[in-house]
């Protein structure tokens, strides 16, 4: 990374923004598995190569987008219809089969499990790129002369590479509202496969009507999103996250960490349904691990923590590294961090972790909604100098007080 940067201590880190630049207008939009989201990765790979340290590339199976995953589950659903209203029992008997089995698809999909069905439309390739930094403290040294320390555990400081893709759904009127489409959604399914039991009643069949006109607008408004949507150059999401992680690996390869092993992990196809880190989990022992995911860091908006998971896991973040970031708050009033309930209403990185048990939060700048959220307006020149310091700052601050805490 080059540019003008601030500061030089443990306390005040060299903040670049260079990178957002460079992968939002250099490389452009970087929709998952594509050759623009491979480019992304080997220019963060380099990167990070130019600080010293060793770097993995882990390719996976992935998709382009979500909207096949979730069209596929709510055109189960809508089966579900006529097949109920037949007179023939075997198509009764298999329409209920077919509400059902949409239900348990996105009950699948919302918890992350690492085996479903949904998996076989994973046709392409992405990849994640990571990178481990061990504490310094008594031990031995390495090849470098620094002195290490056995690790007594790992923060992971998350950020996803790929771009999204815009549509009806993400216009700046609906985003407000993401979160609650999206549970009503999911609502829709499950009223939806219960009208087998509910259908004898006035009321369930009522409630089934409704639920199958939202599942419609639903999948309506997904297949616009893959048909007429455009490509999002992506600065502040998450341009913005992946420059975070580096100014970070940066200021860390320089004052190591005492205690904690700080490993850097930029992941793929986040934007289709945070499959690089679901495979990361899933290929990675990271039990007891930290995970600090920044996500649309660079927005000019205040700086947040998120204390829920908006995604359909519904997960409440980790109540330690919440404390610990409301004691950085205390201790740094100028970085105005706050908690935030709200976030996008999609997944995020860290909500795979939370939805398995694990201990994560993300870092945002937001007030209401998300500026520019999957728009073609999300470019660099929208993006706020201060604001991205602040969290780069924020960062710094909350990383230490974690190796500390433990």
């Not at 055109?75 to 239900?103: D, F, K, N």
């Not at 009806?168 to 496969?193: E, Q, R, Y």
């Not at 999609?346 to 520019?372: F, K």
């Amino acid at each position: 990374m080059s540019g003008s940067g601030s500061g030089g201590s443990s306390l005040e880190p060299r903040v670049d923004s260079s990178l957002i630049r460079a992968l939002s207008d250099g490389i452009g939009p970087r929709p998952p598995t594509s050759n623009r989201e491979q480019v992304a990765a080997e220019v963060i790979a380099a990167e990070l190569e130019e600080l010293g340290l060793t770097v993995e590339i882990d390719e996976f199976d992935s998709q382009r987008s979500f909207g096949p995953t979730y069209l596929s589950i709510f055109g189960l659903a809508l089966l579900a219809w006529p097949l109920s209203g037949s007179s023939r029992m075997w198509a009764r008997a298999a329409g209920g089969v077919s509400g059902l089995g949409a239900a348990a698809l996105g009950a699948a999909e919302s918890s992350f499990l690492p085996r479903s069905p949904l998996n076989l439309l994973r046709k392409r390739r992405s990849r994640n790129v990571w990178t481990a930094m061990d504490p310094s403290g008594p031990g031995s040294e390495n090849s470098s002369g620094n002195v290490l320390g056995k690790p007594r555990h790992t923060i992971c400081l998350v950020s996803h590479m790929d771009s999204s893709r815009s549509g009806w759904m993400f216009h700046p009127a609906v985003t407000p509202h993401l979160g609650k489409l999206v549970a009503g959604a999911g609502l829709a399914v499950m009223v939806n496969a219960l009208g087998p039991l509910t259908g004898r009643f006035r009321l369930g069949r009522t409630l089934r009507r409704v639920a199958r006109v939202l599942i419609a607008a639903s999948a309506t408004i997904i297949l616009e999103r893959e048909l007429r949507g455009k490509d999002v150059p992506g600065a502040n999401d998450n341009a913005s996250g992946v420059a975070a992680c580096l100014n970070l690996a940066e200021h860390f390869s320089r004052y190591p960490l005492e205690s904690a092993r700080l490993v850097i992990l930029i992941t793929g196809s986040e934007e289709s349904g945070a499959i690089g880190m679901r495979e990361f989990l899933r290929k990675h022992d990271t039990d007891g691990w930290l995970f600090v995911n920044f996500d649309g860091v660079s927005a000019d908006a205040p700086l947040r923590v998120l204390s829920r998971e908006d995604g359909p896991a519904g997960s409440k973040a980790d109540p330690g590294m919440l404390g610990a970031a409301a004691e950085v708050g205390e201790e740094h009033p100028e970085l105005q961090a706050r908690p935030l309930r709200d976030g996008s209403g999609l997944p995020y990185d860290a909500t795979p972790v939370l939805a398995r048990g694990g201990r994560a939060i993300t870092i945002v700048n937001q007030e209401g909604a998300i500026p520019d959220y999957h728009w073609p307006t999300d470019t660099a020149d929208r993006v706020s100098e201060e604001s991205f310091g602040r969290a780069v700052k924020f960062a710094v601050a909350l990383v230490r007080k974690l190796d500390q805490k433990g």
